[in-house]
């Protein structure tokens, strides 16, 4: 089935993928990165991402490339010769920090996507809740829980909330699907309120 959305409604153009810089030691870790860049280009999508060419990021580029994917790649200047910069980008941006590379991530996407990651992928998630928390941005943040791999920060988010250092509101922020599929077509109803933002104020 088709989704189309709504007249008038602007559609999403760009969509920043957070994932890790490792493949996980589980197979549908790296058969879900594939499949989410394959569908991202398939769909006529930009991807964004933090240009490197190991772990699940590495797939999911490779993937969108191979696909006639258009993917954009931002890294800073200490990272860009560790993580290996994929090649085949159609944009490589090189910032001087990781303040600047995670500001221009946010720039050029209109929404975000975030596959199983580590540490730099659960700050960056972290982080741009925050920022939709603050009302510096209204742009889709999708969880894709998969195999309950997130439900341990579900948990914990419900638990701060319950204890009175959040608003019930938070739980919001975050869309939870179990697949790329599931992910990619909430891309395509996404209310048109959600994709401006307010970057000028950071």
Known sequence: ????????????????????SRNGNKPYFTDTAQHLGTMIAEDGLNLVYGAGSIGLMGITARAAIQAGGNVIGIIPEHLNDIEITQEGLSE???????????????????????????????????EIMTWAQLSLHQKPVILINLNNYWSPLLELIDH????????????????????AEAAVKLLKVSPASQATSKSELF
């Open 92 to 126: 490589l941006h090189i910032t001087q920090n990781m303040h600047q590379r995670k500001k221009m991530m946010f720039d050029r996407s209109d929404a975000f996507i975030v596959l199983p990651g580590g540490l730099g992928t659960l700050d960056e998630t972290l």
């Open 160 to 179: 701060i909330i319950d204890d009175g250092f959040a608003s019930s509101d938070n739980r919001n922020i975050l869309q939870v699907v179990e697949s």
């Open 1 to 20: 089935m088709t989704i189309v959305p709504p007249p008038n409604q602007k559609t999403i153009q760009s969509v920043c993928v957070y994932c890790g």
